[in-house]
DNA sequence: ATGGGGTGTCCAGTCACTGGAAGGTCAAGA
DNA sequence: TCTTGACCTTCCAGTGACTGGACACCCCAT
């Protein structure tokens, strides 16, 4: 198989797996005229990473489970280990999100998105607490007294 | 006001506040010693630069809003518009986040995490769909016909 | 022989910072 | 006066995971 193929099978970007080859996560043959050959075990390969990037594992997670995919005497709790390190993140980024997405929400909800210039959002990111209910303040920090 | 002082006011690191210079987002004065010098309208403009940046719009965005916030014949539509564009990306993120969670703690769920090597996970990542109730299946694309 | 669609390498760019090195500035303490 | 140490400066490089583009080679069909 060449790359091609591999990219149609795969779903991956013939780029994409270059690059996968750059950073030593596939190791396809070479032919004679110096094209990439691909079996079916590098095509594995390739499939088992393009799905669990596709479930946010990162590169780096993907060697991990690459070598435990391998590892005859692996254990699954170290898998699940990986897993749940991931699921923890991808946690923490939906909340991380939802704030966002609520201020947002509220925020465009307010404003009446007319021809005035008055606009709550624009209220709130400058700061400006006196013309929103509930404003996003960012608390100074203490620190050393500063001269001059 | 130096640096710090409007690094711990806003709570930007003074990397990020520098940086912020160099891609145009804040021009301070510049004092004999060559120190950075931060008016109340640049602590302003990055205490505004700090809160969008926090509700996930990108520097460009940042860019569109913080001209509008100068604009006093802006319509709040136009505000809207940007922050309408980021609501619906927050959106599709988290719907993503969301997919890939329900996914990853399936199987989580499904693995035992002992010291054995059978590993639900490690199986829906290889593709192998007989041994999994629900696969995570890349589907091939067509292609043009490929020769050899 | 020509055309077109593959494939190869290499370099640069993305985004928004962040780390680090090497050095200048300033006020307070010994 | 000298030193210490917190602050500040610039410049360069690295992050993650690709992606785009330039340019050239390979091969088969017409």
Known sequence: MQIGDVADRSGLPAKTIRYYEDIGLVTPARDTNGYRV????????????????ALGFT??????????????????????????EQLVKIEAKIA??????????????????????????????????AKVATPLEVEPQARVARRR
Chains 1, 2 share one sequence.
């Open 38 to 53: 691909f079996g079916e075990s590098d095509m594995h390969r390739l499939s088992f990473v393009a799905r669990a990037r």
């Open 96 to 129: 991380d999100l939802e704030a966002m997405r609520d201020t947002l929400s509220r925020l465009m909800h307010d404003c009446s998105g007319d021809a005035r210039p008055d606009c709550p959002i624009l209220d709130t990111l400058g700061g400006d607490a």
């Open 59 to 84: 590169i780096k997670q993907c060697r991990s489970l690459l070598e435990l995919w391998g590892d005859q005497e692996r254990a699954s709790a170290d898998v699940r280990a990986v897993a749940g």
